[in-house]
């Protein structure tokens, strides 16, 4: 599974992208995954992915992924999105 890190998702996770090993998993567990993964900021007064992870919204496959208990495969790519600011 793909997993892109936008905004303050990547700033939160130190990379971009990044391919985790998961398979048939769902949505809630592969965010409770990154959660643990990343509890601290990676850098000074940067953000944390529980914080971060709790304000954005996710795209499965480019598509609105609301449903935390959907079934995720090995194939899919998730999209981790802040809110963004700007005008």
Request: no cysteine.
């Amino acid at each position: 599974m793909l997993i892109r890190y936008f905004g303050a998702a990547q700033a939160a996770a130190g990379m971009a992208e990044e391919r985790l090993d998961l398979d048939a998993v769902t949505l809630e567990t592969v965010l409770a995954h990154l959660t643990a993964r990343y509890p601290l900021p990676v850098r000074v007064g940067g953000p944390a992915m529980p914080e971060v992870i709790a304000r954005s919204s996710f795209l499965l496959n480019e598509v609105a992924a609301r449903d935390r208990g959907r079934v995720l495969a090995a194939d899919d790519v998730l999209d981790i999105l802040p809110p963004f600011a700007g005008g």
